[in-house]
């Protein structure tokens, strides 16, 4: 088996796993064995759990911002646009974690802190990239679609993280959309 078959096989057994188990409760051991592959191939191919955890969350918001952006009605204004792909991602974005890693994972453990910390940075990159790529935004400088990037993640990430429920969240979500958002994006703009 070549190595890109190898480094697949392995991403979508720990995927299944992180889905079913939770990523805390999920052993490399068991990857390995859905994989079919021995332990020491998995760290051949990757440093640790942490980095197939996050190789699997960015492809997949990766391929999910990229498929909203060509689902984007070309009518909407620039300031929809924006609206648009920063809360279709935030939204994916939290539901990517709850999905693979669980939130009461990722609000008691030290090692997670640090994990969404570099996922959150990656993520604002993906964006930033994704939005001075658009055609629309050629014209709104680097700096100002970074500043929105940065307010509107560290915002998200916040309330998400300090919500006790789904509702909580919810809430928060339509906060942000209806009080916060729009100014960002009228600053940059």
């Known amino acids: 088996m070549d190595s890109d078959k190898i480094q697949q096989a392995i991403k979508e057994a720990s995927k299944e796993l992180f889905r079913k188990f939770g990523y805390h409760k999920t052993s490399v051991n ?4 859905r994989s079919r592959v021995a332990k020491a191939t998995i760290y051949k191919y990757f440093e640790s759990k942490e980095v197939i955890l996050n190789e699997i969350i960015m492809e997949h918001l990766e391929f ?3 498929d909203l952006v060509t689902k984007l009605h070309p009518n909407i204004s620039k300031a929809e646009k924006v609206s648009a792909l920063i809360l279709k991602t935030s939204r994916l ?23 969404l910390k570099n996922l959150s940075n990656e993520l604002e990159v993906l964006l930033i990239n994704t939005f001075t790529s658009l055609p629309d935004f050629k014209d709104v400088s680097y700096e100002r679609v970074k500043y929105l990037m940065k307010s509107s993640k560290a915002i998200v990430f916040s309330f998400a993280f300090t919500s006790v429920t789904v509702s909580d969240v919810r809430k ?18």
């Not at 990722?106 to 090692?111: D, K, L, Q, T």
């Open 64 to 66: 999910s911002i990229n």
């Open 93 to 115: 974005s939290y539901t990517v974690c709850s999905e693979f890693i669980g939130w009461d994972f990722i609000r008691e453990s030290v090692n997670s802190q640090e994990f």
């Open 172 to 189: 928060n979500f339509i906060s942000f959309e209806k009080e916060i958002l729009p100014y960002l994006i009228q600053a940059v703009l």
């Open 30 to 33: 068991e990857i390995a064995k």
